[in-house]
């Protein structure tokens, strides 16, 4: 096919040998399967600002550092420099997202390069060398899905041990290849100690990829994996190893209202004597 003018640079540099079909486009961008060398890879071909249609909601951004203090000035800002910085601190986040996910064993398509907004990346096949089917693509047997609802709920752990939450995870961003589910779409990832919705959004993960597998193995429509995973973190006794059980003990311990308002009633006291004029003699 004709190469695209975003790819063409990687061409003349020798990156990519040839363009061989579009697989995909969506509202963020339009991924290629390309040749480089002897490997079939895809190449992720982020839309420029003004073509996007996805957007940006403002609690997926909260907990991003930004290195650059002018950066961080100018996103904060409604002017065009201001929205160019914050559109390419996205991108960023998916590819930075991407390289740490593959580093902590997540099963995430393995990273090759970030050129010009043109990720190039691994392409996930299935047993035949084709493109994978995404999960909402394929009918699972109840041993299947229950054997890929587990591995998914591991790379959510690892992922999570990683620090981040994926915030966008279900069956539309998950593909199945010859050795089980590939996580993708990484630009809505969030950082679980420095983003207040976390929590939720990680329970919002496990409970969509709980609705899908519990098509096909309805005993998991009981499980309680994202509580369960999220109290583990929170207790600091979360790692990449751990054991789940899918079960989550709620805490029914009645509060003590009475003492709860006389703590409250002394915080305001502090704060009332804290505010009050001094009056020198």
Known sequence: ????????????????????????????????????????????????????????????????????SRRARAMSKKT????????????????????????????????????DGVLLMELVADEEGYAAPRLDDVTLSAEQARDYH??????????????????????????????????IDLPQAVDAAGNNNAAMMLQRDVDNMRNYFGRFAPELLATDYGREIWALYEA??????STLTGV????????????????????RAEEAERLAPVWEE
């Open 1 to 68: 096919m004709k190469v695209p003018k975003r790819l063409q640079p990687l061409v003349d540099d020798g990156m990519i040998d040839e363009v061989m079909a579009q697989l995909m486009s969506g509202k963020e961008a339009q991924v290629y399967v390309v040749r480089c060398g002897d490997d079939l890879r895809c190449a992720k071909v982020f839309k420029e600002a003004r073509q996007r249609s996805f957007k940006q909601a403002v609690q997926y951004q909260e907990g991003r550092n930004m290195r650059n």
């Open 80 to 115: 065009r420099y201001g929205q160019k910085e914050q559109e390419q601190a996205w991108v960023s986040a998916e590819v930075d997202a991407l390289y740490r996910l593959a580093s902590a064993g997540v099963r995430v398509p393995e990273p090759y390069g970030f050129v």
């Open 150 to 183: 587990a591995q998914v709920m591991a790379d959510v752990v690892r992922m999570l041990c990683a620090g981040l939450v994926h915030g966008d995870l279900s069956e539309f961003n998950v593909l199945l290849d010859r050795d089980g589910p590939v996580i």
């Open 236 to 241: 600091g006794e979360l790692h990449p190893e």
């Open 248 to 267: 989550f003990e709620h805490d029914t311990t009645s509060v003590d209202v009475t003492d709860l308002m006389e703590v409250i009633d002394d915080v």
